[in-house]
Each structure stands twice: as structure tokens, then as C-alpha cells.
Nanobody
Framework: QVQLVESGGGLVQAGDSLRLSCKAS????????MGWFRQAPGKEREVVAV????????RYADSVKGRFAISRDNVKNTVYLQMNSLKPEDTAVYYC?????????????????WGQGTQVTVSS
């Protein structure tokens, strides 16, 4: 049974940094694509960043390019999202997701497993 457990969210001020973690278990993820998505109140879920576990290729939403970085630790079976220069508009629930498709897709519908989410709130 695949489990994705996010942690690291919190309340910060604009300009601060946070690092989210997603601990993955229940499967060998070397052929998976992992993603971070977010959903703000009243808005649709949107992609933030994705990474191919094997090889480490990445893609980012335009809104976070240059500020956020996705990475993975093969030993710890954990995916990270380093968020720098946070803005109030980054406020959302952040979700970790896993896709067994080999495509480095930004589409939420392609992701098969989801975590419970962690709240990130950025005050101005």
C-alpha cells in the first residue's frame, strides 16, 4: 500500500523559506514521477513542481521557477520542496503525489497516489 506523508508546512512571513518533505513508502519508486501540487481556498489544485525519481529530471510551474526547488533522497525515500522568497499568493495546502506513468506530466489527473496535504500560510 502506497503511503505519502507530507510535513514541514507552517506560518511564515513574506520573503521567508520553508522546506516541505514527502516520505514515500509501500513501493519501489524508482520508476515513478513525484509531484508537488497546491490548492488555495476557492481555487483549483495546481501543479508546483514534478521530478522523475530515476534520473531526477524536473519541471516547474512558471509561478515558482527560480524560487522553488524539488529534489529527492533515494536513501530516505523522501521528496523535498525547498521554497524560497515566499509570497502571500503561495498560501495553500500543499500535496505530494506519485504517478507510475513515465511521463514527466504536470497534469494532476495523471497522478495515482496522494498525501493528506500540509498547510503553508505566508503572511504579508
Amino acid at each position: 500500500q502506497v503511503q505519502l506523508v507530507e510535513s514541514g508546512g507552517g506560518l511564515v512571513q513574506a520573503g521567508d523559506s520553508l522546506r516541505l518533505s514527502c516520505k514515500a513508502s509501500g513501493r519501489t519508486f524508482s520508476n515513478y514521477v513525484m509531484g508537488w501540487f497546491r490548492q488555495a481556498p476557492g481555487k483549483e489544485r495546481e501543479v508546483v513542481a514534478v521530478i522523475r525519481w530515476g534520473g531526477g529530471s524536473t519541471r516547474y510551474a512558471d509561478s515558482v521557477k527560480g524560487r522553488f526547488a524539488i529534489s529527492r533522497d533515494n536513501v530516505k525515500n523522501t521528496v523535498y520542496l525547498q521554497m524560497n522568497s515566499l509570497k502571500p499568493e503561495d498560501t495553500a495546502v500543499y500535496y505530494c503525489a506519485a504517478s507510475y506513468s513515465s511521463a514527466l506530466t504536470l497534469e494532476a489527473a495523471a497522478y495515482n497516489y496522494w498525501g493528506q496535504g500540509t498547510q503553508v500560510t505566508v503572511s504579508s
